[in-house]
């Protein structure tokens, strides 16, 4: 069993929370499991726990990503080209909960989950992810409102289930996604994929407040965040800051000990 402080329900959104009531946003970091190999990634994510993060997204590489940027989708094709396999993903896992005491979820594809179990289907997706002692899941294709199958398995298994929200969502996205989220909300500050970017969009905190107006989870801002000056700036509107790409070019970069170094830099963001 992980010896995480966040797994089991309620786990993310604590985590969130109690970085919250310190006075700071909760950081967030994105790393593919299998980059550049297996060994490496749970390093990272390691040394990620350890430099000041409050969540972990272990991303479970997939072929054909809606949302991924250049810069994850190389690091995905590492490991899809070694071989590695969602169940290597969960072994990875398992081992990364057991070491650390910040809780983890998932982020994959709809795809993904729905094949891992063949006839058991998502039920054996939401089960192996809770023998893997992770937190709960990000599925970004999945929309809001045919979730319902995934989410039941996720809460029958004690699964925080994460779903976006773009500047572009309508009203009536926006109440489907506040209804139907557990742990956080993720919103989405810009239209297109992942990277690292010179400036955020001026549209994220308009879209964090339409989100606040609809429902009391904690909401989070990713896709563009890069330096430590844009995690203070989103720090200063959102719950939660989520930095995947530029965690992604630090491990290609410099490993384990380059992550450490972002992540601290990131951490000092949130904290000031």
Sequence with gaps: MSLATGTGVGAVERAIRTANAEGRAALVIYLPAGFPDLDAS??????????????????????????????????????????????????????LTAAVAIPALVMTYYNLAWHYGGIERLAAFAQAARVAGLAGAILPDLPAEEGGPWRREAAARGLSTVFLAAPTSSDERLD???????????????????????????????????????TEQPVCVGI?????????????????????????????????????????????????
């Design 42 to 95: 749970r390093a990272c994510l390691a040394v990620a726990a350890e430099a000041g993060a409050d969540l972990l997204e272990v991303g479970f590489p997939y072929s054909d990503p809606l949302m991924d940027g250049p810069t994850i989708q190389a690091a995905n094709q590492v490991a899809l080209d070694a071989g590695l396999t969602p169940a290597d993903d969960f072994a990875l896992c398992a081992r």
């Design 176 to 214: 489907a996604i506040a209804e139907a989220s557990t742990g956080f909300v993720y919103a989405v500050s810009t239209l297109g994929v992942t990277g690292e970017r010179r400036s955020l969009s001026a549209s994220a905190a308009p879209l964090v407040a339409r989100i606040r107006a609809r």
């Design 224 to 272: 563009g965040v890069t330096t430590a000056e844009q995690a203070a700036e989103v720090a200063g509107f959102a719950d939660g800051v989520i930095v995947g790409s530029a965690a992604v070019a630090a491990a290609r970069a410099g490993g384990p000990a380059a992550v450490g170094e972002l992540v601290a830099a990131l951490a000092r963001g949130v904290r000031g």
